[in-house]
């Protein structure tokens, strides 16, 4: 199993509705977690975290922690273009090492 | 704050070669990773120092990959010699790692193309 699994393929939504992103992590350890955004060229850049269960809210965007399930989700409401870009989930194991998953691309359609 | 640097931003050599990566993590960050993205394998982690110490070093892929860290403000990443499938970007990033600090910041990355 791998640590972080990101399994949905490429997102494409209208402008103006709520993409929905899911992770799921293997190690029950785990105690911090984080959604980076990446433009395409550019470097991971952090937009959410959160370390305990339930919503967090930050502007257009939530996320959402379930330990009991070992899954993170992040919403991002009112989808802008300049919302277009691959989002990585990333999970701190032992000693602040960061696990990440793949990535999951969306693409935001005016 | 300027935030960690990276050079060259890209570096294209050939097989065989000798490649030195650079990084500057942020001031006052205890801890430097240095990672690899490419399309097939995503963001993984090579190696990591925790005040200039290497910690976990499980990630490198072979003995032509080192890296050092001789001071706080400066690491390098070497590749000897270099080889086609190294060709990816490679990340540096730094944190403090504290209650609500262990955020990790990214360098810019550099581009790396071994022919």
């Known amino acids: 199993q791998k640590e972080v699994e990101q399994n949905s393929g490429p997102l494409s939504v209208p402008e103006g509705a709520i993409a929905s992103l899911n992770c799921t992590y293997s190690?029950?350890?785990?105690?911090?977690f984080f959604w980076y955004r990446q433009y395409s060229g550019k470097s991971p850049e952090l937009i959410m975290s959160i370390y305990s269960n339930g919503d967090k809210e930050d502007g257009r965007f939530t996320a959402q922690l379930n330990k009991a399930s070992q899954y993170v989700s992040l919403l991002i409401r009112d989808s802008q273009p300049s919302d277009s870009a691959t989002y990585l989930c990333?999970?701190?194991?032992?000693?602040?090492?960061?696990?990440f998953g793949k990535g999951n691309q969306v693409v935001v359609i005016p | 704050d300027a935030g960690v640097i990276q050079s060259p931003r890209h570096e294209v050599t050939e097989m065989g070669q000798e490649v030195t990566l650079r990084c500057k993590p942020i001031?006052?960050?205890?801890?430097l990773f240095w990672y690899r993205q490419t399309m097939m394998r995503g963001l993984e982690l090579l190696i990591y120092?925790?005040?200039?110490?290497?910690?976990?070093d499980s990630g490198m892929p072979e003995d032509r990959f080192s890296a050092k860290m001789p001071n706080a403000s400066f690491s390098t990443l070497k590749i000897q010699p270099s080889e086609p499938r190294d060709s990816a970007v490679y990340f540096c990033a730094s944190s403090l790692v504290g209650q609500s600090t262990d955020t990790q910041y990214f360098g810019p990355g550099t581009r790396l193309t071994v022919l």
């Open positions: 001031s006052g960050h205890d801890y």
């Open positions: 990333a999970v701190t194991r032992r000693n602040n090492r960061l696990a």
């Open positions: 190690d029950r350890g785990s105690q911090s």
């Open positions: 120092f925790n005040n200039n110490v290497p910690i976990d």
